[in-house]
């Protein structure tokens, strides 16, 4: 895979040391996170609006009611930009001036349009349902001709994009290494459950391996 | 505390139900927040960045190196846009269609400008090191005249704000309720510890108490 030209969009200026531009890196970030924030303009005010996506290849995949505002903004083909950000951790310097977050995030950009067929919307509510949790598209009871009418779904090409990371314990300055001040990192980690089983569901219905699973993974 | 006037800019219209406008909910949401996301436009591009924030009263605080970019951008006044998201869960319907994410997430506007004196500067330090974790500001080693000096806090007043909250479990259509599809939410929440010692620390600086406090208080 390619690296992501470095332009003066998306080139990372402050610690440049903390910039990536190749697409491994990347996507796996875009992947990891569950939710992103897209940015947008409007009579030259700046909106940022939180929504979930997901990623098919090279187009980051949006989707919601098609009377959603923001997803007519990014069909019409206005320049929008979208941010992944994950926080693994707060960086405890033994001065306030070193205190850091230990983070990873991307920052992309591109011009949606509106995917129009229906056999591309329904394979881009798999990948939105496959994200949420792997294995529940099969269960699920898939959409029907009018659930799949009133949702629109738009594809964002990555036209441009960087990655930013920080990782590591603190960085202090030589002369602070001896104060008495404990120094680390506190590792952040999102996790999951235990699930809340729905009121209304018959007593007959179980907790399928899917999900069990899913929980397993993400509280190791 | 009065509530944030409802404008075509802050309204919500998607699910206006989910909707809030008064402080405590929008204040509660923007302190447990550790990061935002910034939304700025330049030459017509919008760009989305994470960072970490602040709130002093009705005002909310960044800040970075006198370099940044994105602190110089807010601090000449520009048109801002300030967004908070917590992800508390994964909402798994019965249909595909109803799956959700639970969240709360706050949309703000605002004008930033540069915190002049050194006095603030230094208020607003501690108020960032407090966030990290209480208990901090006291312990670690306080900015010098120097570090204070390479050091912008813009501060941007909350013009405009509004809430978005999705609690609860899913809402599925009445003719679905009987399927043999499990049906409940997967809770999210952000896990700390446990601590990774700084390698270079020495062996008589123990763990402070405000630490173990802390991260008891996350791992509940």
Chains 1, 2 share one sequence.
């Not at 394979?123 to 994200?131: I, M, V």
């Amino acid at each position: 895979m390619s690296d992501f030209e470095k332009t003066e969009q998306n080139t990372v200026i402050r610690v440049p040391d903390r910039g990536a531009y190749d697409r491994k890196t990347i996507y796996q970030i875009i992947d990891e996170a569950l939710i992103c924030h897209v940015g947008l303009v409007q009579h030259e005010q700046p909106f940022v609006i939180p929504t979930l996506h997901a990623r098919h290849d090279d187009h980051i995949l949006l989707h919601g009611a098609t009377t959603s505002r923001l997803i007519k903004h990014v069909q019409a083909g206005n320049a929008v930009c979208l941010t992944m950000t994950l926080v693994d951790g707060i960086v405890l310097a033994r001065s306030v001036f070193h205190h850091s977050i230990n983070y990873r995030s991307v920052v992309l950009f591109g011009h949606g349009s509106l995917v129009e067929s229906d056999q591309e919307k329904l394979h881009a509510l798999q990948c939105f349902t496959e994200r949420l949790i792997p294995g529940r598209w099969q269960d699920a009871r898939q959409p029907n001709q009018k659930e799949l009418k009133a949702t629109s779904v738009v594809s964002v090409p990555i036209d441009s994009a960087s990655a930013k990371v920080r990782v590591g314990p603190a960085v202090d300055d030589e002369e602070d290494l001896q104060l008495p001040v404990w120094a680390g990192v506190l590792p952040i980690r999102q996790q999951i459950g235990p699930p809340q089983r729905d009121p209304e569901l018959p007593a007959a219905v179980s907790q399928p391996e899917y999900i069990k699973n899913y929980i397993k993974s993400r509280s190791g």
